[in-house]
């Protein structure tokens, strides 16, 4: 301080220096009354907060599994590379990133990233950088010349492994890294940022039994954050198993049929599907082409997955319920009880097929040959488009037929569950178009025709179906009138094996009488015993429909249905145990009827096969 002339501190200054001093001390008494005395309880908490924190810890996903218990999805070891930033020197960061990047095949750049970014938020805390596990032989690679890595952290965690990836991929679905908008709806619930979750396939459809229950453990950390040790420990409760209706030999069966057929160039895509006609179980469910789910979760890589998506046979769809198709002549079975529901046809109604075309307002209606008198169940056996034309739209073969007309045929055909989902406990079901002249004049704009009911009688024109309609349509006439809702789910049960709520399947009631459904089970029949769906040296009773799409005609050719259901004893009563449907793409190159479909022939050693007919 300044002294005046005879060398002492002027007062007023002596006294400012006094005050600030006291107001100094005077803060810093009132800030420490506060802290200790009126919060001391609140920073105290904080306090333990910051030196005793709970951790979760993440259950292991429940195993999927067969009808008869057969694993299909579970997990195996892995390893989780992650960086903790406060024991990586600054020096060697670049050539981490670099390192690390090429073993997990990821950006170096991206990784370098990752690392800056939880250095700014917390170096003390591991950062992941994988963010699905990796397998055991990187871990090692990692660990054994932990020099090359300083500051990365190996961590056990758990790989979702399917048992027979390419085969069940499009049933299975996979799981994935949940996304940040998916965290922000799910984290209340007890997801974390870095969890998986189902991402399609019954790993989306059941998450809330494949996820377990997280526990806890309860750590000590010291002031730089870094853990000491674990005060108190709650386990996880791994999640519930969920065995499905399928029946993982029949689905050999069929893939293999199915695969065969593509790699010998019959066909260039194939959907088979079986289910139990008397209550809805899926028994089997194929789509070829598919994808092994293994890449997903082991994390695809950027050209595995240009790949699947640049593939245009769409491997990535289940076509079993994700694709539509004309229904072609399968669809016949719905024009026919159409017109024997509302009275205009009967068994005995005959329509004389004395050509194989005939022409309205300009356009040719074909039959694929000349056929003669038919009545309903030979109409039917032998496939005859002008037989249906006729009960469809009336025709100049039979004057005294009055044809059903369009309004009924959706009628009866969305009773069938044709138009609309089934609801099939898997996501992304198509519902497929069931037309009538209210829909096309709403979608084009545009009058109904005669031409269009034609094309409508025999699944030709706007009708398009997805293969697990078509099946269920016919599931419900084979065992005598009940609809039932398609479904995957057998059974859950818990880590104590006890069985878990599912949901009840829903069925409706057809109103058709039981004598029309007999009429249908018997031609359907008639269909294999005449030799139209030709299977020599059959041992069991199968029924059922041929068909084949031409307008889905393409360079290769056309693609054909069968689908069919086995009664018991050769008799037309509703005790069919196993319906299926198979459709093939691009498989032949004529729209005969007669011509091979290559659908037939493998239904017949499917299911001779299945049903133990050949042992």
């Known amino acids: 301080m300044r002294q005046d002339s005879r060398g002492f501190i002027p007062v007023r200054r002596f006294i400012a220096f006094g005050i600030a001093i006291f107001l100094v001390f005077s803060t810093l008494t009132v800030r420490l009354y506060d802290l200790e005395i009126l919060r001391g309880d609140y920073y105290h908490v904080l306090s333990e907060q910051n030196r005793i924190v709970r951790l979760p810890v993440p259950a292991e996903r429940g195993g999927i599994v067969d009808r008869t218990g057969y694993v299909l999805a579970r997990n195996i070891p892995g390893f989780a590379i992650s960086v903790i930033p406060v024991d990586l020197p600054r020096t060697r960061e670049e050539e981490l990133s670099q390192r690390l990047g090429s073993l997990l095949t990821l950006p170096s750049d991206s990784v370098d ?98 996820r377990g229950t997280y526990g806890w453990r309860e750590i000590e950390r010291d002031a730089a954050l870094r853990e000491i040790k674990t005060l108190a420990l709650q386990r996880a409760t791994v999640g519930d198993t969920v065995s499905l209706t399928i029946d993982d030999r029949l689905q050999k069966l069929l893939d293999a049929e199915l ?65 539509r198709y004309p229904a072609g002549s ?14 205009t046809a009967t068994r005995e109604t005959v329509v004389n097929v004395s050509a194989s075309s005939f022409s309205v307002s300009g356009t040719t209606f074909y039959d694929w040959r000349q056929h003669g008198s038919l009545d309903f169940v030979h109409g039917f056996a032998h496939s005859s488009d002008i037989y249906f034309y006729t009960l469809a739209g009336g025709t100049q073969f039979a ?62 024109g706007f009708v398009a179906v997805t293969p697990l309609q078509l099946l269920n349509a016919y599931a419900a006439v084979a065992n005598g009138g009940t609809l039932w809702q398609p479904h995957l789910l057998k059974q859950v049960t818990d880590a104590a ?55 889905g005609r393409n360079k290769l050719g056309f693609h054909n249905w069968f689908v069919s259901f086995v009664p018991q004893a050769d008799n037309t009563d509703p005790t069919a145990q196993i319906a299926m449907v198979i459709f093939t793409y691009d ?24 049903l133990g007919a050949n042992k």
Not at 144 to 149: D, H, M, P, S, V
Not at 330 to 343: D, H, I, R
Not at 432 to 460: C, R, S, V
């Open 113 to 210: 990233e990752t690392i800056r970014a939880q250095r700014i938020r917390n170096p003390y805390e591991p950062v992941r950088i994988s963010k699905t596990p990796v397998p055991r032989e990187i871990a090692l690679a990692v660990t054994e010349r932990a020099e090359l890595f300083p500051g990365v952290r190996v961590d056990p965690e758990s790989i979702r492994f399917y048992v027979d990836g390419t085969l069940y991929a499009p049933v299975m679905g996979y799981t994935g890294p949940i996304t940040e908008q998916e965290f922000e709806k799910l984290k209340q619930s007890g997801y974390l940022g870095n969890d998986d979750i189902g991402r399609t396939g019954i790993e989306s459809i059941y998450e809330q039994y494949l």
């Open 587 to 610: 498989s032949s190159k004529s729209l005969c009827e007669l011509c091979l479909n290559p659908a037939v022939g493998m239904t017949q050693r499917i299911l001779e096969r299945y």
């Open 399 to 460: 004057p005294n037929v009055h044809g059903v007309g369009p309004d009924a045929i959706a009628k009866y055909a969305r009773m069938l569950g044709f138009g609309s989902p089934t609801g099939i406990d898997l996501p992304n079901e198509d519902g497929g178009i069931m037309p009538d002249p209210q829909w096309k004049l709403a979608t084009f704009d545009e009058p109904w025709t005669i031409g269009n009911t034609y094309q409508e009688a025999i699944g030709q």
């Open 259 to 323: 695969r065969k057929g593509v790699d010998d160039d019959k066909f260039t895509q194939a959907v088979g599907v079986a289910m139990n006609p008397q209550n809805g179980e899926i028994l089997a469910m194929v789509s070829i082409p598919g994808y092994d789910n293994n890449m997903f979760a082991r994390g695809i890589t950027t050209a595995e997955l240009a790949a699947l998506n640049g593939d245009d046979r769409h491997p990535l769809v289940n076509k079993a319920i994700g694709d």
């Open 497 to 551: 094996g006890k069985n878990v709520p599912i949901p009840e399947w829903t069925s409706q009631k057809l109103a058709m009488t039981q004598d029309n459904l007999r009429l249908i089970r018997e031609s359907a029949r008639r269909v294999v015993t005449i030799g139209h769906a030709y299977m020599p040296n059959l041992k069991i009773p199968i029924a059922g429909k041929t068909g084949k799409d031409s307008a």
């Open 330 to 343: 399968t669809f016949k079975m719905v024009t026919g009880l159409s017109a024997l529901s509302e009275g």
